[in-house]
Structures are given as C-alpha cells and as structure tokens.
C-alpha cells in the first residue's frame, strides 16, 4: 500500500496563494491515480481536482477551475495543489488520495474508490 503525507497549509487572505504537497512512500507512485479533496466544516468532503497516473491529464471542480493547478512529479514521489486567488470558500481540510489503477496513464476522473488518504491539511483563508 501507499502511505500519504500533505503539507503546506496555512492561513492567508484572500486573493493569496498557497501550494500543498502530497508526498507518497511505500509503493510505485506512478501506479496511482490521484486526486485533492477539500472538507469544510460541517460539511462532506468533496473533491477538488484529479490528475492521471502519467501527470497528463487532470480534471476540476467548476468552483476551482482557473485558480487551482494539479501537479505531480513521479520521480519525486510527490502531488502538488497550486491554489491562487484564494477565496474564504476555499477554507477546508484537503486531503489527497490515491487510488491504484492498471488502465491508461493518461485516464483522469475524480469517481472512483480512493483506498489511500493522507491526514489532512487545514487552509484557512481569512481577512
């Protein structure tokens, strides 16, 4: 199995941008579809973006399209979330999850049983 570990969160202002790392051990990373989800408090968690096992491909909830990047770089081990022009909405625990997947590399989606998660990552964005 994989094991995840984000990092990167913090409290910033509107308009601000952060970027979190997701960084993976224990498994071949590349073997991974993989996908950022976000909860706020109170509410379910939902997800926010998804890239292919290959870096190529990536899909995006409409409320982050244009302000949110995913990213990954498999000889690092390692998934990133670009997020500019933060928003007070965007204030959440992320989580990043994997899901191992022997189809295309470059399939993207953000359906799927994601068995993998990290701990989590608290943004807090916030005048």
């Known amino acids: 199995q994989v094991q995840l570990v984000e990092s990167g969160g913090g409290l910033v202002q509107p308009g601000d941008s952060l970027r979190l790392s997701c960084v993976a051990s224990?498994?071949?990373?590349?073997?991974?579809?993989m996908a950022w989800f976000r909860q706020a408090p109170g509410k379910e968690r939902l997800s926010v973006a998804a890239i292919s096992r290959n870096g190529e491909s990536t899909v995006y909830v409409d409320s982050v399209k244009g302000r949110f990047t995913i990213s990954r770089d498999n000889a690092k081990n390692t998934m990133y979330l670009q997020m500019d022009s933060l928003k007070p909405e965007d204030t959440a625990v992320y989580y990043c999850?994997?899901?191992?997947?022997?189809?295309?590399?470059?399939?993207?989606?953000?359906?799927?049983?994601?068995?993998?998660w990290g701990q989590g990552t608290q943004v807090t964005v916030s005048s």
């Open positions: 224990g498994r071949t990373f590349s073997d991974y579809r």
């Open positions: 999850a994997g899901l191992r997947y022997q189809g295309s590399s470059w399939y993207v989606s953000m359906s799927g049983k994601f068995d993998y």
